[in-house]
């Protein structure tokens, strides 16, 4: 499992960067099914299912028509691709994926503090 933690983390959702990203992580995950056959004294393993998660927090201005992208990704269930862009320059593509939860905090002064939590599984493109 890798996890990548970072506080200069650009998301692009459906091809449009959301600003104000405070903090986010992503974890990329592969299962793995036991093959190990009877007689054999070491454990052997497939790699199987590849998935992966994000999640973050965001301030924005409540008239950011950019963060609407990712509230109506939950709001609606239909699947997004997502970019992932680290500080180091590195890239995750994520040819589909699942916005799972949409927080929205007490607005103070018409910036609003989200949370986010995203699905996805597949390959992801890194780059």
Excluded: C, W
Aim: hydrophobic letters at 50%.
């Amino acid at each position: 499992m890798a996890v990548y933690n970072t506080s200069a983390f650009v998301l692009t959702v459906a091809g449009t960067a959301l600003p104000g990203i405070i903090t986010a992580s992503v974890t990329l995950t592969l299962e793995t099914v036991d093959v190990t056959e009877i007689g054999n004294i070491d454990r052997k393993f497939s790699p199987a299912i590849k998935t992966g998660t994000a999640s973050g927090s965001i301030f924005y201005d409540q008239g950011n028509a950019q963060v609407a992208a990712l509230e109506a990704a939950a709001n609606t269930g239909n699947p997004v691709a997502l970019v992932f862009t680290l500080h180091s320059g590195a890239t995750y593509t994520v040819p589909v994926a699942y916005v799972t939860s949409f927080v929205t905090n007490v607005a103070v002064a018409d910036v609003v503090k989200s949370d986010f939590s995203i699905q996805f599984s597949g390959a992801v493109g890194i780059a």
